[in-house]
C-alpha cells in the first residue's frame, strides 16, 4: 500500500512530507526503510543540530511582514487580505472590501517540521530532514529545521487555497523564469477559487508571477517550491498506480 495513500486515508491531517523516504523509495523501486532509520545519511548528526525547536509565536509579525511584500493579496488568487483596509499604499478601502478575504500565512515545509517536543520527536524529524536533504540536495542550502519561520518558507494563500496547497492538491512548478510559476492542480482540488487565478494560455497553462512589494523579506525559495511539487508529483503517481509499488 502506498504510504501517502494510507494516509490521506487513515489521517487526512497527517504530515505528508514526512512520509518521503518511504514513498520515493518505493517509487523507484526500492524497499521502504525503517521510519527511525534514513538509509541516506546520519540521522545522529542531524539530530544533534536540532537544538532549539520552533514555535508559532514569531508567525504573527511574520505574517505582517509576508502582507506587505505579496501587496496583501494571496499570491494566487489576487484577492486582497482585509488587513489591506487602511494600510495598501494605492488601492482604496472601498474597493479593497469589494473582494476581501481572510489571509492565511503559508509555510511550504509545513511548521510540523520545525517543531518537536522529546527525543523521541527529535528522532522521527532527524530521519526526515536526513533523507530530504539527500532526495533534494539542493534543500540543505535554503532551510534548516530551526528555520521553518524564515521568509522564503512563507507566502500569503486564502484559507482554502492553503488547505489544497497543504494537502499536494494545489503545487507551482517553476519555469524558466527565476519568479514565475505554472499552477498545477490535481483531481481533488476543488476549484471553488480557480476562477481567481490568472487566464489560461492557449496550452490552457496558468502563470503566477511573483513580486516583491516590499519589507525585509526575500520571495518565496524556488527551491522549497520545486520540492513541494515534486513530493506532490510523487504522492499523485502513486494513486493512480494503485499504490502498489
Not at 541516506?40 to 542531524?46: E, S, T, V
Not at 489571509?103 to 526526515?128: E, Q, R, V, Y
Not at 497543504?166 to 507551482?172: H, P, V
Request: glycine residues 6%; aromatic residues 6%.
Amino acid at each position: 500500500m502506498c504510504a501517502f495513500r494510507h494516509a490521506l486515508r487513515e489521517n487526512p491531517a497527517v504530515d505528508l512530507l514526512s512520509l518521503i523516504p518511504q514513498t520515493y523509495l518505493k517509487a523507484c523501486g526500492g524497499q521502504t526503510p525503517a521510519t527511525s532509520d534514513s538509509t541516506f545519511g546520519n540521522r545522529d548528526d542531524m539530530a544533534s543540530e536540532m537544538v532549539e525547536s520552533s514555535t508559532r509565536a514569531p508567525l504573527r509579525h511574520m505574517k505582517a511582514l509576508c502582507l506587505k511584500r505579496d501587496d496583501y493579496r494571496c499570491v494566487l488568487s489576487g484577492r486582497f487580505a482585509k488587513e489591506a483596509v487602511g494600510r495598501h499604499p494605492t488601492v482604496p478601502d472601498n474597493e479593497i472590501r469589494r473582494n476581501m478575504l481572510t489571509a492565511h500565512i503559508l509555510l511550504i515545509m509545513p511548521f510540523a517540521l520545525g517543531s518537536w517536543s522529546n527525543d523521541m520527536d527529535i528522532k522521527k524529524k532527524s530521519n526526515t530532514w536526513t533523507t530530504m536533504f539527500a532526495l533534494f540536495p539542493s534543500l540543505e542550502s535554503v532551510i534548516k529545521p530551526e528555520q521553518i519561520n524564515v521568509g522564503r518558507n512563507l507566502m500569503i494563500l486564502s484559507g482554502s487555497l492553503n488547505d489544497e496547497f497543504g494537502a499536494l492538491e494545489l503545487a507551482l512548478e517553476p519555469t524558466d523564469d527565476d519568479r514565475t510559476y505554472k499552477i498545477v492542480t490535481y483531481p481533488n482540488f476543488s476549484g471553488s477559487e480557480a476562477h481567481y487565478f490568472p487566464p489560461a494560455d492557449g496550452n490552457g497553462t496558468r502563470l503566477v508571477t511573483f513580486h516583491h512589494h516590499g519589507g525585509p523579506l526575500e520571495l518565496p525559495s524556488r527551491t522549497l517550491l520545486s520540492t513541494h511539487s515534486a513530493v506532490a508529483r510523487i504522492l499523485h503517481a502513486c494513486i493512480r498506480n494503485g499504490g502498489n509499488h
